[in-house]
Structures are given as C-alpha cells and as structure tokens.
C-alpha cells in the first residue's frame, strides 16, 4: 500500500509563490496518474490538478489555469504543484492522491489513496 506526503504549505503573501511536493512510499508511482485536491473551510474537498503516469498529460481546474503547475518526478517517486500568482482564494489544505485509474482522471471519487494534507494560507 502507497503512503503520500504532502510539504511545502505555509503562508504567503497574496502574488506570491509555494511548491508543494508529494513524496511517495510503499510503492513506485510510476505507472499511476497522481491528482492534487484542495479543500477550504466549510467546503467540499475539490479537484485542482491531474497527470498521467508520464507526465505528459495535465489537467487543470479553470481557476488555476495558467498559475498553477503539475508535474511528476517518477525517479524520486514524487509529484509536484508549483503555485504562482497565489490569491486569498487559494487557501486551503491541499492533499495529493493517487488514480485507482491507468488514465487521467478529474473525478474525486477515482483517487483511491490519500496524504494527510497540507495547509496553504494566502494573506491579501
């Protein structure tokens, strides 16, 4: 069984920059699409981002589009989200997850593990 590890949250200012990193154990990802999720107080955990097991293919919530940046790393078994341009909107826990799927995928419910989260706060 894969364990996730989500790091690099903390606070920022509004326009700045944070790159999460998910670090991955227990299993080689290299075969797997990886998403990331956020989820806001008293809000529904959402998609943000999504690639294929190569990198290759990305998908992205419209809200991030161009500011937000996934991208995998198959040799240190690890994925990452680079965060531009961040706003107070932005804030939230943001959890990487890993497909049950081959193919990329958006949907919640096709991520079958999980990390603990980490917290991103974006000051206006």
């Known amino acids: 069984q894969v364990q996730l590890v989500e790091s690099g949250g903390g606070l920022v200012q509004a326009g700045g920059s944070l790159r999460l990193s998910c670090a991955a154990s227990?299993?080689?990802?290299?075969?797997?699409?990886m998403g990331w999720f956020r989820q806001a107080p008293g809000k529904e955990r959402e998609f943000v981002a999504a690639?294929?097991?190569?990198?290759?293919?990305?998908f992205y919530q419209e809200s991030v589009k161009g500011r937000f940046t996934i991208s995998r790393d198959n040799a240190k078994n690890t994925v990452y989200l680079q965060m531009n341009s961040l706003k107070p909107e932005d804030t939230a826990v943001y959890y990487c997850?890993?497909?049950?799927?081959?193919?990329?995928?958006?949907?919640?419910?096709?991520?079958?593990?999980w990390g603990q989260g980490t917290q991103v706060t974006v000051s206006s």
């Open positions: 997850a890993r497909s049950r799927l081959t193919v990329v995928t958006t949907t919640l419910a096709d991520f079958g593990s």
């Open positions: 227990g299993r080689t990802l290299s075969s797997d699409a």
């Open positions: 690639v294929n097991w190569s990198g290759g293919r990305t």
